[in-house]
């Protein structure tokens, strides 16, 4: 038989993941630290799989644990989700979400309107910047909830919710792909992706010139659109019209890249249920691109 896992199992589990500390997640879920150890070895028992790694300092995330981490955050917005349809008392108030400008483009979307149906009285104020400044911002308690890319190891703090490829787009039947030097559409100077791309090239040996610069990749995208410019993006964010770039233009590999989300210190319930929504929409997107370009 499958293994039940309760939902306050969950939950408790979840706040180990994200706080990296048994006694600061008792103080989340409101239970003993002996408690909290008790319930884990319950989890640990119903799926026959160690979670975590316990050192006298901290605790760590197995692999397995790293997996149980998305599923419980999809599992708890369902139950959050249906719990709030069948009218138990609202949560109110405001989180304050940021998200970096060049990824989640699909994703966002979708995970505020799943929100905004599960609680119409929490106004979400979002803030879109650098992934480095993100980061910081929710460190510094001015944000409740970020997302950001390639700015962190997956941690107590910050979670990896996603990954995916980085590749090249151009427009489907164009030519800025051939022309030589090679016209890119990047973000601007201090982006990991510009970096990344523009170090491929250079290792290739391809001349290139820097035709567009945008902070938000909607702007990369439109560049692409109109055919005059090539761009490294997520394969996700290459849909038709466009067309996946590697090889057979002459362009480097760029690898994958990995979204983490953080939770501030101490953050309230409606920002705990935003980021099950988070991770959930995410997961819905994993594997987008592929499906389209197959």
Same mark, same amino acid.
């Given at each position: 038989m499958l293994p039940s896992l309760e939902i306050d199992l969950l939950r408790t589990f979840l706040a180990i993941a994200? /706080?990296?500390?048994?006694? #600061?997640?008792a103080e989340r879920v409101h239970r003993t630290p002996s408690a909290v150890s008790l319930q884990v070895k319950r989890l640990e028992e119903a799926v026959? #799989?160690?979670?975590?790694r316990r050192t006298t300092r901290d605790v760590a995330l197995t692999e397995e644990g790293e997996t149980l981490v998305g599923y419980s955050r999809r599992l708890l917005a369902l139950h959050d989700e249906a719990a709030a349809r069948m009218g138990l008392p609202e949560v109110e108030g405001r989180i304050r979400f940021g998200a970096p400008n060049d990824s989640g483009i699909y994703a966002i979307p979708k995970m505020l309107g799943r929100f905004a149906g599960t609680h119409p009285h929490v106004d979400v104020e979002v803030r879109l910047d650098a992934s480095r400044n =993100? #980061? /910081?911002?929710?460190? #510094?308690?001015?944000?409740d909830l970020a997302i950001y890319t390639n700015s962190a190891e997956a941690n107590g703090r910050s979670t990896r919710i996603h990954e995916e490829e980085l590749v090249w787009i151009g427009r489907k039947h164009g030519i800025a792909s051939e022309r030589r030097p090679l016209p890119l559409a990047i973000a601007e100077a201090g982006c990991s992706w510009r970096d990344r791309a523009l170090d491929g090239l250079a290792r290739a040996g391809i001349d290139y010139r820097v035709a567009y610069t945008s902070e938000h990749c909607q702007g990369q995208i439109a560049a692409v659109e109109a055919d005059l410019a090539v761009a490294p993006l997520p394969l996700s964010v290459a849909r038709p019209p466009f067309v996946r770039l590697g090889s057979e233009a002459g362009l480097p590999e760029l690898g994958r890249y990995d979204v983490y989300m953080r939770l501030r210190e101490n953050a309230g319930p409606a920002a705990r249920v935003l980021a099950g929504h988070v991770a959930a929409s995410f997961a819905?997107?994993?594997? =987008?691109?592929e499906r389209l370009f197959a």
């Open positions: 994200e /706080s990296g500390n048994f006694s #600061r997640a026959g #799989r160690q979670l975590f =993100l #980061r /910081s911002a929710c460190d #510094r308690g001015d944000l819905a997107v994993a594997g =987008l691109g």
